[in-house]
């Protein structure tokens, strides 16, 4: 009988949870567990008008082979994006029309943008590939975060401007 009880009571649990979950999924809620970011819970906040420079954004990154790489390192998770890519959380620091020039820092429109230093390895000691720089094409996002060991546009280059979800608005975080 106390068995009985027991798996009624994991049964019970396991479904609440679960819906737990799937409230906070549906109601724009996400869990940031990378160090690009604070960690913690994170809300997707619906843009009322177009991107801007500044902006943190989640957007899901496209299906290419950088990010299918990207996944097999362990840089990306699985998430509900296409491909079954998780979303990153990023800064929206140049776009269409901008310049931007790679170096031993990346700079924007000729400024030097903080943080944005370049490794030519990971924590790994896996060779990174640097994007070569250019003009940011028609509907795509330069990304950046000021976390030195970030995967973000400084590898992959510019991404498409479609997979913006939302503004990323911190919930309960906290800095690691």
Not at 136 to 165: A, C, K, M, N
Request: charge should be neutral.
């Amino acid at each position: 009988m106390r068995r009985r009880g027991a798996i009624i009571l994991a049964i019970t649990g396991a479904a609440f949870l679960s819906a737990l979950t799937a409230a906070g999924w549906l109601g724009g809620l996400r869990i940031n567990l990378t160090p690009s970011y604070p960690l913690g819970l994170w809300r997707i906040e619906a843009l009322q008008r177009p991107v801007a420079n500044g902006d943190l954004v989640f957007i899901c990154p496209p299906i290419t082979p950088a990010f299918a790489a990207a996944y097999a390192r362990g840089y990306v998770r699985r998430g509900l994006c296409p491909d079954w890519f998780s979303p990153l959380i990023k800064t929206v620091v140049a776009m269409e029309g901008q310049a931007v020039d790679i170096g031993e820092h990346v700079s924007v429109d000729g400024q030097p943008l903080n943080h944005s230093e370049m490794r030519r390895a990971d924590a790994e000691g896996r060779a990174l590939d640097a994007w070569s720089g250019g003009v940011v094409p028609t509907g795509f996002l330069y990304l950046h975060s000021d976390f030195v060991g970030s995967y973000d546009s400084r590898y992959f280059g510019p991404i498409p401007e479609s997979g913006v979800l939302g503004l990323a608005r911190p919930v309960f975080t906290v800095d690691p």
